[in-house]
């Protein structure tokens, strides 16, 4: 559904003249420029790398004054802003991609950090509690208030972000992939609600994204940067809309005629069977997150999973993964025909099965590491003699994946925290290639990615296929699972409700099935 748009593009709320942005002798903004009217959605486009995020900083002062070229005007005023709490005093508030949480405090005590409300010198309890209540609300967050970050996922996570800066009397909002964790019904609101604060409370707002049929739906103007250089700016209405292909070939300088590689798969023996998983919430018991989940993926095949946030997806995936999550976990898990267990996450490796997860900045990367120690961090057991790693060996490995995958890198050694998201994940999707998998679960493979390193990513994904590993795919996206997978199983409430041929289905009947209540019968399945 079509986000309404702007129809009343008065005056500028916000210049940005002549921008340059040097970090040693890397220059990551080369006179850029940026005109935002008042009331606007504009979007920032570009790939990974390209200076969107640097740009932003620079606007809400984590890059301060004094560390750039050019000029800032907001409001027709110049503005130098030293710190982040300068820029939101004016109403700028900025939402980052790594999302700036505190995992062991509570969603309420996150929302207020920083920004306590107060009864004289103390701490007004009451009304923050009141207050979070109705900014989760409103982003739809139905959670308890003081459940612990650490314990949702990583979509709910974004919300409290976004509960968090409506908080705060904000009249420029800008989002760094807000909607990079969320399903398409969950975007879809998080698009809706920018759009009500714009309506409602006047607020303008920028948005960097790679989902370009979001943009297309919800952007008053778009504006591309490549390799630090504005390369376009393009408005958009009902009598212009956005020329997809030309926003494409804008970001990553080459046409892409299709989004998805084309794949024939060779599907062989069944690889893993998962009968009847159950398994409870880590902290309310009670509460089942599994319910009898069933399903098979064969040597070659790419099956995807998906599902509304709170499904159970990622949940299932890590307790299958060596009960990284949940309590009472009980059912049966088949490997090439035999039943197999997996106590630990060190069980389910030795057995063939890898997982890189979806947050790789938490979990799947060590990014004070280089790329040579990450790459090889699930297969030292390999690359070990009596105790003592090869070096020679790891280095070899790490340098074929860089290689094979075209990881933007000039040397194995460069810390992986350097890389850009879509040469991170390529380091992520390397380490668990190292190990050899006969399984290969990817949650979110290319969450936060642009269109270009997307693209690489699910040719691997094929290559993978393609060397007799069985794949499977959670993803959000319901496009990139119809896109590169042979079947896609859906989850609601916990259960499995369909099993169907990625070809023959489309996201209308995904969707159907995602909010469905009916577990699917047994004897439909499996392959």
Not at 390 to 410: H, L, M, N, Q, S
Request: glycine share 8%; proline share 3%.
């Amino acid at each position: 559904m079509e986000v309404g748009k702007s129809t009343d593009q008065g005056d500028v709320i916000l210049q940005m003249r002549h921008i340059v942005k040097r970090f040693g002798p890397v220059t990551a903004l080369k006179d850029v420029n940026l005109t935002v009217k008042r009331g606007q959605i504009y979007s920032l486009c570009g790939e990974n790398g390209a200076g969107k995020s640097t740009m932003m900083n620079v606007l809400s002062g984590v890059y301060p004054y004094g560390t750039y070229e050019g000029d800032i005007l907001y409001n027709g005023e110049e503005c130098q802003f030293k710190t982040i709490r300068d820029s939101e005093e004016k109403g700028i508030v900025i939402i980052h991609q790594e999302l700036a949480l505190v995992p062991y405090m509570s969603i309420l005590e996150n929302i207020f950090l920083g920004n306590q409300k107060r009864k004289g010198i103390a701490i007004d309890r009451d009304a923050q509690r009141k207050e979070a209540k109705r900014v989760m609300d409103i982003v739809g967050l139905k959670e308890n208030p003081d459940t612990l970050i650490a314990n949702i996922g990583v979509g709910k996570q974004q919300l409290v972000e976004i509960a968090k800066a409506l908080t705060k009397d904000v009249k420029l909002l800008i989002l760094d992939e807000p909607t990079a964790a969320l399903n398409d019904e969950d975007s879809a609101h998080l698009l809706q609600l920018i759009d009500q604060l714009r309506k409602e409370r006047g607020v303008t707002a920028i948005i960097i994204s790679h989902k370009l049929n979001e943009i297309a739906a919800s952007a008053d103007a778009v504006q591309v940067i490549r390799d630090g250089q504005t390369i376009s700016h393009i408005d958009i209405d009902e009598q212009h809309p956005l020329d997809v292909d030309a926003l494409i070939r804008d970001m990553v300088g080459r046409s892409l005629t299709n989004r998805y590689p084309d794949h024939t798969p060779h599907i062989g023996k069944e690889m893993l069977r998962i009968e009847k998983w159950s398994m409870r919430h880590p902290l309310d018991e009670s509460r089942l997150v599994a319910k009898d989940v069933s399903f098979n993926v064969r040597a070659g095949e790419i099956v995807g999973l998906a599902g509304l946030i709170g499904a159970g997806r990622t949940e299932t995936a890590m307790s299958v993964f060596g009960r990284q999550y949940g309590t009472h976990a009980k059912g049966r898990i088949v490997m090439e025909g035999k039943e197999v267990n997996f106590p630990s996450v060190r069980s389910a490796i030795d057995h063939g099965v890898a997982y890189a997860t979806e947050d790789r900045k938490v979990y799947g990367l060590n990014l004070m590491k280089s790329i040579r120690e990450n790459t090889s961090m699930a297969s030292l057991k390999s690359l070990s003699k009596g105790g003592v790693i090869d070096r020679i060996a790891e280095g070899k490995v790490a340098e074929k994946y860089r290689k094979e995958f075209r990881t933007k890198a000039p040397t194995i050694e460069m810390p992986a925290g350097n890389l850009s998201g879509g040469n991170q994940q390529k380091v992520v999707l390397a380490k668990w290639m190292a190990t050899n998998p006969k399984v290969l679960i990817l949650d979110e493979p290319t969450r936060g990615i642009d269109v270009g390193a997307k693209y690489d990513i699910y040719e691997i994904i094929n290559q993978l296929a393609d060397s007799g590993s069985a794949v499977i795919v959670i993803s959000s996206e319901l496009p990139e699972l119809l896109g590169i997978c042979d079947r896609i199983y859906t989850m609601s409430e916990g259960k499995i409700t369909a099993n169907l041929d990625a070809k023959s289905t489309n996201q209308e009947e995904l969707m159907k099935y995602m909010t469905s209540s009916q577990a699917l019968s047994d004897d439909r399945v499996y392959a």
